[in-house]
């Protein structure tokens, strides 16, 4: 059986920078390098202290998502802090742009719904916007979060997902 730790999306905890790892190789190839950077903006600057984020898109559909922007900013640029309030409540978060002043509220598109209602909507079957789009949940808060020294934990081989079903089924 193999697992891996899941979602990849980091956050500095003293300049809000966010790093979105593509996938498990990346994250072992890369993270050596991304520990060794020395260009936090934080007062004291330096490297910075990336901690996986215990925030995740969510959408009542069950899919989920790193809590990263969908696409760049209109500069073009890719890379935004995560700009946290301090009354805990996520619509007061946003995502600002490291290269210019431009900002954007937590929110991103959950991309299956989306293609399913706008195939309704241009027929004409009422559906709002809002059906389709994620929003923040803490994953510690959620009743699906068990954690040993892990986060999630995504099965990656079919086969054994029968071991997860009642105990009389393995004989
Ligand atoms: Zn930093
Ligand atoms: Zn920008």
């Not at 193999?2 to 790093?19: I, S």
């Not at 991103?108 to 195939?119: P, V």
């Amino acid at each position: 059986m193999g697992y891996h730790p899941d979602p990849l999306a980091f956050c500095c905890r003293k300049c809000g920078l966010l790093h979105n790892y593509t996938d498990v190789d990346d994250f072992i190839k890369t993270t050596p390098a991304k520990k060794k950077e020395m260009n936090c903006k934080s007062v004291g600057g330096g490297r910075h202290d990336w901690l996986q984020l215990d925030v995740v898109f969510a959408h009542w559909s069950g899919n989920y998502a790193p809590l990263y922007p969908e696409y760049p900013c209109s500069c073009g640029n890719n890379e935004f802090y995560l700009r946290r309030s301090t009354t805990g409540v996520f619509s007061d978060w946003d995502f600002k742009c490291t290269s210019c002043p431009s900002k954007r509220e937590i929110t991103r598109r959950d991309k299956e719904t989306k293609d399913l209602l706008e195939e309704k909507l241009q027929q004409g079957i009422p559906h709002q916007v809002k059906e389709w789009l994620m929003l923040p949940i803490s994953y510690r808060g959620s009743s699906l979060y068990y954690v040993q020294t892990d986060r999630f934990i995504h099965i990656l081989m079919l086969p054994y997902l029968n071991y997860c079903s009642p105990i009389d089924t393995w004989n």
